[in-house]
């Protein structure tokens, strides 16, 4: 999946994968990394989830990072704010009120811009990526958040009857990407009614991974 291949999506219109909808998983599974309120969360690869609307409603600070300006400015929008928008090498931040967002290369995010995060919420972007560019992008993640907790969203499906996105990452890769640094613990696996994109069987794992004590 090359950039150009993610701007077109958002140019185009062609975002499927954008939910109507808060996803269950984060309503009843975010407790589990017992965050105070006013936590900041790390959102990777956000695109314009209303997620970040439930988030802030509820009192959390949000950051996040994402490919294409035209998913931020829809994002704000919604969001009813005005962001302020600062060049930050080949990164722009749009940021307001408990938000800063981070438009570009997630690649090209340091650890000193994004700043302290509470917490890891990966909905969509491991899954986005083809297995190629997993590996690099879990161990950005480990190295750009010192290892925060994570809650992160997978889907386990037969990859030879669907090409993806999103792809299927079962658990013997995910241990094989954060199992040196994260203790793994699956939440919950439930499977997807009519299938993924109604194409093929599929579940959506729900796992939460804490760093491993020294």
């Not at 640094?181 to 794992?205: F, H, N, P, W």
Request: aromatic share 10%.
């Amino acid at each position: 999946m090359e950039a150009s291949y993610w701007h077109q999506r958002w140019q185009q219109g062609e975002i499927g994968f954008h939910e109507s909808q808060v996803h269950p998983a984060l309503v009843e599974h975010l407790s589990r990394l017992n965050l105070t309120k006013g936590a900041r969360l790390f959102l990777p690869l956000c695109g314009k989830t209303l997620d970040i609307a439930w988030l802030l409603a509820n009192n959390y600070r949000i950051v996040g990072a994402e490919l294409s300006s035209i998913a931020i400015n829809e994002l704000f929008a919604a969001l009813g704010l005005v962001p302020e928008i600062t060049p930050v090498g080949a990164l722009s931040r749009y940021s307001a009120k408990n938000i800063d967002i981070w438009v570009g290369d997630i690649f090209d995010l340091t650890s000193s811009l994004l700043g302290a995060v509470d917490a890891i919420y990966d909905r969509a972007a491991l899954v986005a990526l083809p297995e190629h560019m997993r590996n690099r992008y879990a161990a950005h993640l480990i190295v750009l958040t010192h290892a925060t907790p994570q809650l992160l969203i997978t889907y386990e499906y037969d990859q030879h009857l669907y090409d993806g996105p999103p792809f299927s990452v079962p658990e013997k890769e995910l241990k094989q990407h954060y199992g040196g640094t994260y203790q793994l613990q699956q939440m919950a696996q439930d499977q997807i009614a009519g299938g993924l994109k109604g194409k093929v069987e599929a579940s959506t794992v729900i796992w939460l991974l804490q760093r491993k004590k020294t």
